[in-house]
């Protein structure tokens, strides 16, 4: 859930997920507006706006659960890299047929973004020159 204060008043978005015997899972993003929207996946939060991108690049229909899982922790933790709101833990409710699953991901065992990058000297060797450019007026 992510709220949102304006002029006095307080309001929220919601996601809202379930699982039922006839529809199977099902998720719907409730924006600040109230509209309630089904969709694929919902995002939502003060480091949502970092993620859109990398969910339209990673998702894909019909996941496994670990998959989902496993993106749902990076993407997460890709927020609290970013995002100083985020904060440090990441949580996950798996809600199936099963029943619901609750795991807990405490942040010294999320994965760390500039770890992932290979090391780098400078801002040239990054775009692959090996010396810049004269400027020309």
Known sequence: M???YWQ????TGMIVG??????????????LGG?????PFAIGGSGSSYLYGFF??????GMSKEEAEELV???VSLAIARDGASGGVVRTVIINSEGVTRNFYPGDKLPLWHE???????????????SPEPMSI
């Open 35 to 39: 509209t309630l929207i089904e969709q």
């Open 2 to 4: 992510f709220i949102c």
């Open 116 to 130: 992932e990058l290979e090391g780098q000297t400078s801002l040239l060797d990054i775009l692959g020159a090996s």
């Open 8 to 11: 006095n008043m307080l309001q």
């Open 73 to 75: 922790v990076k993407a």
């Open 18 to 31: 379930g699982w039922d015997k006839y529809e199977g899972g099902k998720i719907y993003g409730v924006p």
């Open 56 to 61: 339209d690049q990673a998702w894909k229909e």
